[in-house]
């Protein structure tokens, strides 16, 4: 997936120096670990990376490498934007929302015990800190963007305390942004309104399992985990990836399909002032969701990745 991205970024022709490390199980041979330091080391000194899909080994006592990747370079906001122009679902049009993603915390911050036989306890840490940084980026993103209204997600009539806190630091934040609308929701009902009227959401500000949940419910929205980008902002640090995870089961097969990575490839552009860039992606993006011609399988479509990449890249040098 990583290398169609750079085939299609050297399509563009924007210059970049790859600088290349690896992470999960192909590095635990060589490094003993799926995260080595150097992979954090090398993303802070450059301050932008491109992560490709990782598989955690299951069972095998390592932690998963996305949760020790954010946490390790503290990439507190996860942005996933749900856009039915890059879907291919005929059953919504007019989707349009972005959902942030409070990332270092909640019940991922992996504090579990066995407190009693039969009995398992797992905590879900909410802080304050977090809870305004999120609000903060979600605002300031909203305001930066022509955004008209962002809504809390939370479950505070039953969490009071940690909820609670969540949804105490989003009013705060909502205040000192009189020119933005701010609502307030309950997870199980915006899970319900995401499938009845997607489109009367614009923002959504979650904590970190809530919003896991939402962005995956929003990618069934528009098509699939396949089509939906993501990212991960700290402060002077970015990392760009798709929404979905890895698919060891069909690795090496040329049958991925790699447009959730280029999609987010095209915002990394964006975020390095790269606009041209980024918006002949998108649209090479969406005339080849919209000819239905070249999918991949998981898109009900029989072209291999290499394929689509070779065909995306044709629709780019079209635009010029």
């Known amino acids: 997936m990583i290398d169609s991205a750079k085939r299609v970024l050297h399509s563009c022709e924007v210059n970049i120096d ?8 192909g590095a635990i041979k060589e490094f003993g670990t799926p995260l080595p330091e150097h992979v954090l080391e090398a993303i802070r000194d450059i301050g932008i990376a491109l992560k490709g899909p990782i598989t955690t080994p ?7 490498v996305n949760v020790a990747l954010r946490k390790g370079l503290n990439l507190y906001a996860n942005v996933r934007p749900i856009n039915s122009r890059f879907g291919i679902s005929d ?5 349009d929302m972005v959902i942030f993603r409070e990332n270092t915390e909640d019940v991922y911050s992996g504090l579990e015990q066995d407190i009693a036989p039969g009995v398992a ?3 879900k840490i909410i802080t304050k800190e977090a809870s305004d940084r999120i609000a903060e980026f979600a605002f300031e993103f909203a305001r930066n963007n022509g955004r008209k209204k962002v809504h809390a997600v939370h479950k505070a009539n039953i969490m009071k305390k940690s909820d609670g806190m969540f949804l105490r630091s989003c009013q705060d934040v909502a205040s000192r942004y009189p020119e933005i609308e701010y609502g307030e929701i309950i997870v199980d009902n915006c899970a319900m309104q995401m499938v009845i009227r ?3 959401f614009d923002v959504l500000v979650l904590t970190n399992l809530y919003g896991d949940i939402s962005s995956d419910l929003g990618a069934g929205l528009v098509g699939g985990l396949g089509l939906v980008p993501g990212a991960n902002y700290g402060v002077n640090l970015a990392v760009f990836e798709a929404a979905h995870g890895s698919a060891p089961d069909i690795a090496g097969k040329n049958m991925a399909n790699p447009l959730a990575v280029i999609l987010s490839s095209a915002n990394m552009m964006r975020y390095l002032g790269e606009g041209k860039a ?8 969406i005339e080849m969701l919209a000819d239905r011609k070249m999918l991949t399988p998981d898109l009900g479509g ?3 990745t290499s394929e689509l990449t070779q065909a995306l890249i044709g629709n780019i040098e079209m635009l010029g």
């Open 198 to 200: 997607p489109q009367q």
């Open 302 to 304: 029989k072209a291999t």
């Open 58 to 64: 299951i069972g095998k006592g390592f932690s998963s």
């Open 278 to 285: 980024a918006e002949n992606i998108e649209s090479a993006v």
């Open 18 to 25: 790859w600088v290349e490390v690896e992470a999960g199980k």
């Open 91 to 95: 059953k919504f049009s007019g989707v």
């Open 121 to 123: 306890q797992c905590l």
